[in-house]
């Protein structure tokens, strides 16, 4: 680490309140460049301390840059998590106010509840399976705070991995009814295909996000309590979105879910 306390605690500020006004910044590593991912995850956590602080819930996490073709873009091995807190949830069929962001896109995940806790080291598939009270579609909406989405890996940990909103469908299906790593994803963005996937995509089973994350909570001392509600990456490329869009994620045997930006 290479960040004393009140430079995290000032970098945690400026980068929340890009997020909370709605404003862009310019990537926090052009004024820290020795930054590391101890630093920018302190950041992070010291966010959320923030929010916790001011009565927000913390209902569940993200994982993101879980696909082979996003991580070799960024030239990174490892995915990154995010948290993400109560107001970020939007219902099935709402509106999504584009004022309270800054240039948000969408991306199609599987969500994943679970009914107990995971904590690594050692989870793998079978133990997020076991621990995993449903699943259910879900788009997520990321909204980097970074001026035109540019970034570098320290600086996006730094903030919360681009978490904004997030809307589930609401029809939970049991993982053991599902085939999640062959389940085809349709995203529509005013009744046109824009995107298309599989759950293969998150690298090769969902299930696997999962028992990663669990393992860098893991690493902190953390675990991803009973309860969560975890979004494990996105299966297709994350779509820009203007006003007056309407998305719809059609899940195969899980519904859909949709949404309206205003
Ligand atoms: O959820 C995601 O995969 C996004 C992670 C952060 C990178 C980005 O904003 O594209
Ligand atoms: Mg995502």
Known sequence: MSLTRE???????????????????????????????????????????????????????KM???SRAKMQQMGVETPIYGFLAD?????????????DLIHPKVEAEIAF????????????????LAATDFVLPAVEIID???RDFKFDLVSVIADNASSSRF????????????????????????????????????????????????????ERGEEIP??????SGAITAAVTVQAGDAVTLRAQDM????MRFV
């Open 7 to 61: 430079q995290i605690e000032k970098l945690a500020d400026h980068v929340e309140q890009a997020e909370l006004q709605a404003h862009d910044i310019t990537k926090i590593t052009d004024d820290y460049p020795d930054m590391d991912f101890n630093d920018a995850y302190e950041v992070q956590w010291e966010i959320r301390r923030r929010k916790i602080a001011r009565g927000n819930r913390i209902v569940g996490m």
């Open 64 to 66: 993101g840059l879980t």
């Open 87 to 99: 107001y970020f949830e939007r219902p099935d069929s709402g509106e999504i106010e584009m004022k």
């Open 113 to 128: 509840v679970t009914k107990a806790p995971l904590k690594g080291p050692g989870c793998h598939v079978g133990t997020v």
């Open 144 to 146: 980097s705070r970074y």
């Open 167 to 218: 809307v589930t469908g609401t029809r939970a299906r049991n993982v053991r009814d599902l085939d999640l790593r062959n389940m085809g994803l349709v995203m529509e963005i005013n009744g046109k295909v824009v995107e298309l996937g599989a759950g293969a995509a998150v690298l090769g089973h969902p299930a696997t996000s999962i028992a990663m994350l669990a393992n860098m909570l893991g």
């Open 226 to 231: 009973a309860g969560s509600v975890i979004l």
């Open 255 to 258: 519904g859909s879910v949709s």
